[in-house]
Structure formats: structure tokens, C-alpha cells
């Protein structure tokens, strides 16, 4: 008589670029893959999709898994997240009921990569002019130039030192912060260090690259951004509660700020009449920092190398770690 096999799910893969990516069939024979491409918000909506499931697997933080939807899943043994950190997930829960929590390793050049994307967007007022040519139209606007701005980075870690490297290329004036930042690392990284109030004061881009925490959450609120240049712009593709997003809105449409560009929010994916997807000045992408082919391909393959590995009771990653099973 055939085993029952496990069944997994893959929760928002608006791509269905789980199947693509994974060598899915390293476990077909044990594992029943399923693959959800849209997201639900609602915590009963979301123990309903998930009752029948054994494992699932989170795209990074898309969807929260806090306790209170963990002790509702009486079947789930294996939880994966794509990377190493996930703050919407409760693992230290989910391990105390006897469930494996691993995470997967990373490529740090996506987020960098669209970060500059948005910068050199702004600085040319890219959207404008694409806008108007598509429309029949020709130049509308003057572009600013890169060299001898400043960027003020708020945060100087994996993401934050690869933006300052190409910043230095295209001769800006590079100034950092974050809690715990040095003047020796920030030199090491082609930045001086200074205090958040001189970075908002005299920067032309503010970008963010913090890790959220209590400490760090809503970090640009009004009284930040009322400090920033009235020609400046925020990029922010880091985490979207990092920002206070009303003080944003108003701070763009009163001229506060010259304008922003944004990769991440409060509540993703964005609702249909949310004001950012039609606020002048401010260009908005849908959460696509770390969406590329290099990065889901390593997501994938360790994903289903953890099935595999949790399978035959080999040694799994443990949130980043290598560790026994249990």
C-alpha cells in the first residue's frame, strides 16, 4: 500500500517561480507540492488555506506566521523561509511545538541593484519623461546630476555598502548612520559617519537600508522628514515600517520633501485605491529588490534541499545554520 505523501504549500509565489526554480522532484516521490500565487491577508483565511499541510514555505516576509496561526495547524512539522531572517514568523513558537524552522542563504546584489535603479529614476525624472514620449510628448523636465550630491545612508550593512561603492563611482559625497555604526567602518566603506539629524539635513537621496526592530520602526516620521532638504528625495527598499507612511503622503504632497521611491509597504501587495500608486513624485515598484533569477534559483534549491535533508533525518539548515534534525 502507497504512503500518503506530505503536503507542502509555497505561499505567495506570484511568479509560480517555485516550480522553476526547485528540483521539486528530489522529493516527489514523499511531497505533494502546492503553490499559492496570491496572498490573503485575513489570519482565518490563512489557517483555513493551511490546515491541510505538513510543510510550508514562506517567501521571506509576505505573510506573517505569528502563534496564534501556528496553534491552529496541528499537522504543520517543517517550516521554511526563504533567507535567514524573518521577523513576521514566530520560529522560537514553532520549535517549542516540535516544528523545524530553517531559513536559506541569501544574494545581497538584488535590493543594491534596484536601489540605484530608483536613485538614477529620480535624479531624471525617468517616469515623467516616459510618461510624456509614450503620450506623444518630448522633454519635460531638466535631470539633476549625481556627482557632488550627497547620499545619506541610513544603515551601512551588506545592502548599505554595496549602494556606497557605486554612490563613490558616480563621484557623490557619501555620508552614513545606523545605532552602532563606527567612523572606522563607515571609512573603511568610503563614507563619513554623522548623526541622523546631519544625514537627513544635508543629503539629496536618503536612502534606508535598516534592519527593522523597535528601535528602528517608524525611524522616518514627520519630524524626519521635515528635516530633509525641500529638493530631496527617500528611497526606501529596506522594509515599509520603517517609514511612516502618512507623514510621507503628506510630506510629498505638501512640498515638504521634493518626493520618494518606494520597494516596500506597510501592507503588501498594495490595495487597489492605496494613494501611492498614484501620488505624484512618488515611483513605486512592487517588492522586487530581492526578485531575480540568482536569487530564487539558490531560494529553491535549498528550500527542497531542506525537505529532502529533514526527510532522511540528515543534518538541515536551522534559520541560516547547519544543524542536526529533530
Known sequence: MATQRLRCAVLDD????????GPWDLVAGEVELHVFTDHVHEEAAL????????????????????????????KLR?????????????AEHAVSRG??????????????????????ALARRFEDERTSVRNGGWQTAVGMDLR?????????????????????AFGMRVLAWSHNLTDEAAAANGTSRVDLQTLLAESDFVSVHL??????QRIIHADAL?????????????????????ALIDAVRNGVIAGAALD????????????????????????????TEATYKLFFEQIVEDIRAWLDGKPIRLMGRERGSQ
Open 226 to 246: 521635515r528635516q530633509m532638504k525641500r529638493s530631496a528625495y527617500l528611497i526606501n527598499t529596506s522594509r515599509g515600517q520603517l517609514v511612516d507612511t502618512d
Open 148 to 168: 557632488k550630491r550627497t547620499l545619506g545612508l541610513m544603515g551601512l550593512g551588506n545592502v548599505g555598502k554595496r549602494v556606497a561603492r557605486v554612490a563613490q
Open 47 to 74: 489557517v483555513e488555506r493551511l490546515q491541510p499541510f505538513d510543510i510550508v514555505c514562506l517567501m521571506r516576509e509576505r505573510t506573517p506566521l505569528p502563534a496564534s496561526v501556528i496553534d491552529q495547524l496541528p
Open 211 to 216: 534592519r527593522l526592530s523597535d528601535r528602528t
Open 14 to 21: 506570484y511568479q509560480d517561480a517555485a516550480r522553476r526554480f
Open 99 to 120: 516544528i523545524m524552522v530553517c531559513g536559506t542563504d541569501s544574494i545581497q546584489n538584488g535590493t543594491p541593484e534596484l536601489t540605484w535603479l530608483l536613485i538614477l
Open 78 to 90: 517543517l517550516i521554511l523561509t526563504t533567507a535567514i531572517w524573518n521577523a513576521v514568523l514566530d
Open 264 to 291: 516596500t509597504f506597510d501592507v503588501e501587495p498594495l490595495a487597489a485605491d492605496d494613494p501611492l500608486r498614484t501620488l505624484p513624485n512618488v515611483l513605486v515598484t512592487p517588492h522586487i529588490g530581492y526578485v
